[in-house]
């Protein structure tokens, strides 16, 4: 029973326009109640006992979490891990239906993987290149009494197949060698011990092999690449032989979407595409037939199908047709959509308040009418007809207060409307951008986490939640969403910024190195964080100096664990000391080379002296003093403060080089530099600093006559 009120529940989730919280929650309370009675093959043989042939258990098992995949999929609930952040002040969730997807394939007794095959993708290629194949190990529920036939992806199936179709030359399927030098067919039954060899697949088996490309949908970046990923999958049931009706269709719509992005094959697409919704409308196959399976595929509802067919035609540029699915589904968001295009807003104007007059109480057109006319009466009446019950119109509101700076009633109409249905992830982003824009930061950034609770690929929701908490000084948690963030927005300068001072407070510095590296390479040197960089070689000193200290010192026990041939802990602290100290090199040396300030050169001069290179960072130490100096240095306090530490450590790193060399020529330098302030800054001589260039000059006087009497 629980099984098929699940069944009717999504059923009834597919043919809404938007996600309903209330049916999740219910979805959820039974298919937990279907995997627990029907998730495994034991339970399935407890169940039903010895009533049920081996087959048949695996294909319950297959198809029960086949459509508890789906539904995770249907609400955008894709990721396998979970985010337990203490001071996010939220546990972010995504629960998983990879692994339901993956129960499906062990259940459905199949192995899938993707190798390479050399072949051909086009009618009229000469030269075999590489070809994307889906190779499996079937397992025990194909029958006995059936032919071996060819490896998944190879083509032997529908009339179609190796043959081109007259609106293009590319394949259906790519035509594969069978063999070559080499022999290509081996290499290939290699991929799995020798095992590759597919038997014609069960309906079942088939629908597992297209929910592949319902977690490659929803597990990565929606480009040209993601559609190829799918390619093999869609080909391998291509290339079958016996395929059911609803199969079929699922598998047509997977390649239309495919094939629409791409020039050579979109004529193709769109004929496919209007040969398909015209199949549904058939009366053969018979209903019995195209149930089959019907609830292993997540096919899209009649007109879910039709609004898309609509959609692409109007990418074709064939509005007439499009208007007049549009008008036939009554979609006037789309049909005014096509009018705006047509540039007749009249016409939409007219049309809507034709339907009013026979729907006066239809929220939907109300709304639809305050769209076109952008006018907030429009919503106020939706509202009002719908007794307070349309989120739309609400969420139009929300928009109108937030367009007319009116920030916290936006932020009272966002929450208003996800309380009729909180699974709308963009309005989830809009209340916390109003949330913001009120300084409301605490709702914020609930707002931004419900929101990629929802959807995880919001690069712009993790951008946000990181810099709120940032302001918090919550600098594990913006670590964390900043990390997040960066896979979407990779070319944004100012997120690496802000993710490198993160990962410093959070102790994390070969990620702030990189980030600082990837704000240099975008800025093309230009963004510099001097005090960032301060941090950084201060406390790369500090670990460059353990790691000298103990090496210098070892005990006799890692003395005994090399002897031994253990690793020797403190060897890899030391070895990631030096790549710190590599890493900040070439930041640095990246700066210099660009044009430097004082604190860069300082800096540099800094890192020298841990390479134990005295003399270049006495030459950096020069170049910074140099880089103080003028004619508003001996007026201002400030810069005089920074000209006389610089000038300290350059002449104690001249005393360091006349130790180690025996050489008098740094002194007298020295000495002739430190007699110079002392001239000079007659504005200064009751700060600290004078007095230190003093002892200074005292120290390397005392050095000149120790070495005159030796």
């Not at 702030?512 to 963004?527: D, G, P």
């Not at 800096?603 to 020069?622: I, P, Q, T």
Request: proline letters at 2%.
């Amino acid at each position: 029973m629980s099984w098929w009120l699940a069944r009717v529940l999504f059923i009834h989730q597919r043919v809404l326009d938007e996600r309903s919280s209330s049916l999740f929650d219910l979805l959820h309370v039974f298919v937990a109640e279907n995997l627990h009675h029907f998730g495994t093959l034991e339970k399935v043989s407890g169940y039903w006992g010895p009533k049920l042939g081996d087959d048949e258990k695996k294909a319950i098992v297959s198809m029960v979490h086949l459509e508890a995949g789906m539904m995770e999929h249907s609400y955008g609930r894709i990721d396998c891990c979970r985010y337990n952040v203490d001071a996010m002040c939220v546990l972010m969730i995504f629960v998983i239906n990879r692994h339901h997807f993956d129960s499906a394939e062990m259940a459905a007794g199949l192995q899938l993987s993707v190798t390479g095959v050399l072949g051909f993708r086009t009618a009229h290629q000469v030269e075999a290149k590489a070809q994307r194949v889906l190779v499996t190990n079937v397992g025990s529920l194909d029958d006995g009494d059936i032919e071996p036939s060819t490896r998944l992806g190879e083509n032997n199936s529908r009339s179609l197949q190796h043959l081109t179709c007259e609106t293009s030359d590319v394949l259906m399927t790519p035509k594969l060698l069978e063999s070559n030098h080499g022999d290509v067919k081996s290499a290939v039954q290699s991929v799995q011990n020798g095992s590759i060899a597919a038997l014609p697949l069960h309906a079942t088996q088939q629908a597992v092999i297209l929910a592949k490309c319902l977690l490659i949908e929803r597990s990565s970046r929606q480009d040209e690449m993601q559609r190829w990923d799918m390619a093999p999958y869609i080909e391998a049931i291509d290339s079958q032989q016996s395929v059911c009706f609803i199969i079929r269709c699922f598998c047509d719509i997977l390649r239309i979407q495919w094939e629409s992005t791409r020039s050579r094959t979109k004529e193709r697409a769109l004929l496919m595409m209007d040969t398909l919704v015209k199949s549904l409308y058939d009366p053969s196959p018979q209903v019995t037939e195209r149930m089959l399976c019907s609830f292993g595929v997540y096919m899209p509802t009649i007109p879910a199908l039709r609004k898309e067919y609509g959609e692409f035609l109007i990418r074709c540029g064939l509005m007439g047709e499009a208007v007049k699915i549009f008008e036939d589904l009554e979609l006037w968001d789309n049909l005014i959509y096509c009018y705006r295009l047509l540039e007749k807003k009249s016409a939409a104007v007219e049309l809507i308040r034709t339907r009013l007059s026979v729907m006066s109480n239809d929220p939907r057109l109300w709304c639809s009418l305050g769209d076109v006319t952008n006018n907030d009466a429009c919503y106020e009446k939706a509202l009002e007809v719908s007794s307070g019950r349309s989120a739309r119109a609400k969420r139009s509101l929300a928009r109108s207060a937030y367009n007319k700076g009116d920030y916290g009633k936006s932020m009272v109409l966002w929450e208003s409307a996800m309380a009729l249905n909180s699974l709308y992830p963009d309005g989830w982003f809009a209340l916390g951008a109003a949330a913001l824009k009120a300084r409301d930061i605490e709702k914020a950034l609930d707002g931004f986490t419900r929101a990629v609770q929802l959807d995880p690929d919001n690069g712009e929701a993790w951008n946000n939640i990181a810099c709120l908490h940032m302001i918090k000084k919550r600098s594990k948690e913006a670590f964390i969403a900043f990390k997040e963030a960066l896979k979407f927005k990779r070319n944004s300068w100012q997120l690496w910024e802000n993710f490198s001072q993160v990962a410093m407070d959070v102790g994390n510095i070969n990620q702030a190195l990189e980030a600082t590296q990837m704000v240099l390479n975008m800025t093309n040197s230009k963004r510099v964080d001097a005090e960032l960089l301060g941090k950084i070689t201060e406390e790369i000193e500090k670990r460059a100096g353990s790691s000298t200290d103990q090496n210098q010192s070892p005990d006799s026990n890692a003395e005994l664990d090399n002897k031994s041939g253990h690793t020797d802990p403190q060897a890899g602290r030391i070895q990631q000391a030096e790549q710190l100290v590599d890493s900040l090199g070439k930041i640095l040396q990246q700066i210099v080379r660009s044009g430097a300030g004082g604190d860069m050169w300082g800096l540099f001069a800094r890192w020298h002296k841990m390479k134990g290179d005295l003399v270049m960072c006495s030459e950096a130490l020069l170049k910074q003093v140099r880089s103080y100096q003028g004619s508003e240095l001996w007026k201002d306090s400030d810069r005089f403060k920074k000209f006389a530490l610089a000038s300290l450590d350059l002449c104690r790193v001249y005393m360091e080089i006349s130790s180690s060399t025996g050489s008098r020529r740094e002194l007298l330098a020295a000495e002739m530099h430190l007699k110079s302030i002392i001239r000079q800054a007659g504005n200064f001589l009751d700060t600290r600093e004078f007095s230190d260039i003093q002892c200074c000059l005292d120290d390397v006087k005392e050095k000149l006559e120790s070495d005159s009497v030796a």
